[in-house]
Protein backbone atom coordinates (compact mmCIF):
# COMPACT_ATOMS: atom_id res chain seq x y z
CA UNK A 1 0.00 0.00 0.00
CA UNK A 2 1.67 3.40 -0.94
CA UNK A 3 1.47 6.00 1.73
CA UNK A 4 -0.91 9.03 0.64
CA UNK A 5 0.67 12.01 1.50
CA UNK A 6 -1.72 14.04 3.70
CA UNK A 7 -0.64 17.03 1.90
CA UNK A 8 -2.00 16.38 -1.72
CA UNK A 9 -3.08 19.09 -3.65
CA UNK A 10 -1.58 21.66 -1.10
CA UNK A 11 0.28 24.17 -2.18
CA UNK A 12 4.16 23.92 -0.97
CA UNK A 13 4.29 27.07 1.02
CA UNK A 14 0.99 26.53 2.69
CA UNK A 15 1.95 23.51 3.77
CA UNK A 16 5.33 24.23 5.15
CA UNK A 17 3.51 27.18 7.29
CA UNK A 18 1.30 25.03 8.84
CA UNK A 19 4.03 22.61 9.84
CA UNK A 20 6.15 25.22 10.92
CA UNK A 21 3.31 27.06 12.70
CA UNK A 22 2.04 24.51 15.23
CA UNK A 23 5.74 24.23 16.59
CA UNK A 24 5.03 27.49 18.06
CA UNK A 25 1.28 27.19 19.24
CA UNK A 26 1.14 26.47 23.33
CA UNK A 27 -1.80 24.05 22.91
CA UNK A 28 1.02 21.94 20.32
CA UNK A 29 3.84 22.16 22.73
CA UNK A 30 5.78 18.93 23.44
CA UNK A 31 4.97 17.27 20.46
CA UNK A 32 7.64 16.28 17.81
CA UNK A 33 7.41 16.91 14.55
CA UNK A 34 6.04 13.66 13.72
CA UNK A 35 3.27 14.04 15.44
CA UNK A 36 2.69 17.66 14.56
CA UNK A 37 2.63 16.23 10.68
CA UNK A 38 -0.47 14.15 11.81
CA UNK A 39 -2.04 17.09 13.23
CA UNK A 40 -1.52 19.76 10.30
CA UNK A 41 -4.02 18.30 7.71
CA UNK A 42 -6.66 18.40 10.23
CA UNK A 43 -5.99 22.15 10.26
CA UNK A 44 -7.20 25.32 7.80
CA UNK A 45 -5.13 28.45 6.78
CA UNK A 46 -6.36 31.71 6.01
CA UNK A 47 -5.74 35.14 5.95
CA UNK A 48 -7.77 38.49 7.46
CA UNK A 49 -7.16 41.84 6.46
CA UNK A 50 -7.34 44.36 9.48
CA UNK A 51 -11.17 44.81 10.69
CA UNK A 52 -12.13 41.95 9.50
CA UNK A 53 -14.89 39.83 11.86
CA UNK A 54 -13.18 36.28 12.67
CA UNK A 55 -16.65 35.65 14.60
CA UNK A 56 -19.25 38.26 17.03
CA UNK A 57 -20.44 37.39 20.10
CA UNK A 58 -23.76 35.32 20.38
CA UNK A 59 -23.36 33.76 16.93
CA UNK A 60 -22.62 30.06 16.43
CA UNK A 61 -18.96 28.68 16.09
CA UNK A 62 -17.68 25.34 15.44
CA UNK A 63 -13.82 26.39 14.98
CA UNK A 64 -11.15 27.20 17.47
CA UNK A 65 -8.21 29.61 15.70
CA UNK A 66 -4.58 30.01 16.51
CA UNK A 67 -2.27 33.17 15.66
CA UNK A 68 0.08 32.52 13.30
CA UNK A 69 0.83 35.89 12.90
CA UNK A 70 0.00 39.43 13.45
CA UNK A 71 -2.82 40.16 16.18
CA UNK A 72 -6.77 39.81 16.95
CA UNK A 73 -8.96 42.11 19.04
CA UNK A 74 -10.86 40.44 21.25
CA UNK A 75 -14.09 41.95 23.11
CA UNK A 76 -17.45 41.82 24.82
CA UNK A 77 -20.75 44.03 24.58
CA UNK A 78 -20.48 45.84 27.27
CA UNK A 79 -24.27 46.59 29.01
CA UNK A 80 -24.48 49.67 28.05
CA UNK A 81 -23.63 49.08 24.51
CA UNK A 82 -20.23 49.78 23.31
CA UNK A 83 -17.01 47.16 23.46
CA UNK A 84 -15.12 46.49 25.75
CA UNK A 85 -11.34 45.20 25.33
CA UNK A 86 -10.68 42.26 26.74
CA UNK A 87 -7.37 40.84 24.81
CA UNK A 88 -5.25 41.39 22.35
CA UNK A 89 -3.88 38.43 20.80
CA UNK A 90 -0.32 37.85 19.19
CA UNK A 91 1.41 35.06 17.38
CA UNK A 92 1.23 31.71 18.96
CA UNK A 93 -2.51 32.51 21.08
CA UNK A 94 -5.52 30.49 20.16
CA UNK A 95 -9.42 31.77 20.92
CA UNK A 96 -12.28 30.10 20.84
CA UNK A 97 -11.65 27.06 21.89
CA UNK A 98 -15.24 26.39 23.72
CA UNK A 99 -16.41 25.94 20.33
CA UNK A 100 -14.31 22.98 19.60
CA UNK A 101 -16.34 20.71 22.42
CA UNK A 102 -19.34 23.03 23.18
CA UNK A 103 -22.82 24.03 21.08
CA UNK A 104 -22.98 27.32 22.65
CA UNK A 105 -22.81 30.77 21.18
CA UNK A 106 -19.60 32.74 20.37
CA UNK A 107 -18.89 34.57 24.31
CA UNK A 108 -16.74 36.95 22.43
CA UNK A 109 -15.93 39.37 19.02
CA UNK A 110 -13.12 38.59 17.52
CA UNK A 111 -11.77 41.55 15.19
CA UNK A 112 -8.60 41.21 12.88
CA UNK A 113 -6.11 43.96 15.08
CA UNK A 114 -4.24 43.49 11.88
CA UNK A 115 -3.53 41.67 8.87
CA UNK A 116 -3.45 38.43 10.40
CA UNK A 117 -2.88 34.62 9.51
CA UNK A 118 -4.82 32.06 11.07
CA UNK A 119 -5.12 28.67 11.44
CA UNK A 120 -7.94 26.94 12.71
CA UNK A 121 -9.46 23.93 13.83
CA UNK A 122 -13.37 22.71 13.16
CA UNK A 123 -14.85 20.31 15.74
CA UNK A 124 -15.94 18.07 12.97
CA UNK A 125 -12.01 17.82 12.23
CA UNK A 126 -10.75 17.55 16.04
CA UNK A 127 -13.65 14.71 15.95
CA UNK A 128 -12.43 13.38 13.71
CA UNK A 129 -8.93 13.28 14.60
CA UNK A 130 -9.95 12.27 17.54
CA UNK A 131 -11.70 9.17 15.84
CA UNK A 132 -8.61 8.25 13.55
CA UNK A 133 -5.86 9.18 16.18
CA UNK A 134 -7.21 8.44 19.68
CA UNK A 135 -3.84 8.57 21.39
CA UNK A 136 -2.79 12.01 20.04
CA UNK A 137 -6.36 13.36 19.80
CA UNK A 138 -6.90 12.75 23.99
CA UNK A 139 -2.97 14.61 24.06
CA UNK A 140 -4.73 17.68 22.50
CA UNK A 141 -7.95 17.11 24.26
CA UNK A 142 -5.96 17.53 27.61
CA UNK A 143 -3.70 20.42 26.39
CA UNK A 144 -7.45 22.47 25.75
CA UNK A 145 -8.84 21.50 29.33
CA UNK A 146 -5.63 22.84 30.77
CA UNK A 147 -5.94 26.06 28.94
CA UNK A 148 -9.46 26.27 28.90
CA UNK A 149 -8.99 25.47 33.02
CA UNK A 150 -6.11 28.28 33.19
CA UNK A 151 -8.54 30.85 31.74
CA UNK A 152 -11.31 30.17 34.28
CA UNK A 153 -8.70 30.41 37.19
CA UNK A 154 -7.58 34.10 35.45
CA UNK A 155 -11.72 34.82 34.97
CA UNK A 156 -12.48 33.62 38.25
CA UNK A 157 -9.13 35.92 39.83
CA UNK A 158 -10.64 38.90 38.07
CA UNK A 159 -14.08 38.76 39.12
CA UNK A 160 -12.61 38.29 42.99
CA UNK A 161 -10.64 41.61 42.36
CA UNK A 162 -13.60 43.46 40.99
CA UNK A 163 -16.63 42.20 43.45
CA UNK A 164 -17.60 43.73 46.84
CA UNK A 165 -16.60 42.17 50.07
CA UNK A 166 -18.82 39.93 51.59
CA UNK A 167 -19.30 41.19 55.40
Given at each position: MIARDPYAGFHESIADIVRQS????SLFAGMNQDELDIIAPYLHYFDVQEGDVV????????YMCFVVQGSLDVSKSGPRGGQKLLAVLKQGDSIGEMAVVDDFPRSANVIAAQSTRLLTLSRRDFETLLQQKPDL???????????LS??????????????????
Open positions: LARIFLEGELGDGIRILVALIRMGNLRKTSGKLADTMLPVI
